[in-house]
């Protein structure tokens, strides 16, 4: 699992065009707040959910599989139990990197990715590690313009 500090910084930095598998268009999900977040912050998002055609702006996919372009990330908003199918189509696209978002540690998923040769993230909110290391993170730990010091116009 990757942990250290330096090798998320770099596949934060290289990593730039994120499909989203599980992210919702409903506001209030975490995933959409995530996704959000990072296309704010010039990622290209592909977001992958049969129940959508479009999610921020972006067409959505039904499965990894279907997306045309290269990918490099591939962050996860599912449950532990459904990702090793989604790292056997990570590792199928050539994806760089599986990152399982908070509360989602598939270790035969990670195993299976890390020898294909993609970095692994486990357990870990891609939104919260780029603020954390790029500098967005707020003392709320979000920043989400409805809280702030300044009067408002």
């Known amino acids: 699992m990757t942990d250290d500090i330096a090798t ?3 596949i934060l930095r290289d990593c730039r065009t994120l499909a989203v598998v599980g992210l919702s268009a409903e506001w209030h999900r975490p ?6 977040y990072m296309q704010q912050h010039g990622y290209r998002i592909v977001p992958v959910n049969p129940r959508y055609t479009k999610v ?12 045309p372009h290269r990918v490099d990330m591939v962050d996860v908003f599912r449950r532990t139990d459904d ?9 199928a696209i050539g994806a ?19 020898a294909a040769g993609l970095d692994t993230v486990l357990d870990r909110c891609v939104k919260i590690e780029h603020a954390r290391l790029f500098g967005g993170l707020h003392w709320a730990g979000v ?11």
């Open 83 to 91: 990702v090793l199918p989604i790292a056997e189509q990570a590792v």
């Open 56 to 67: 921020l702006g972006e067409r959505c996919y039904p499965s990894l599989v279907d997306i």
């Open 8 to 10: 998320l910084r770099r």
């Open 31 to 36: 995933s959409f707040f995530a996704a959000k």
């Open 96 to 114: 760089r990197c599986l990152w399982q978002q908070i509360g989602v540690k598939n270790l035969a998923a990670a195993e299976l990715a890390r």
């Open 143 to 153: 920043n989400t313009g409805v809280i702030s010091s300044k009067r408002p116009v």
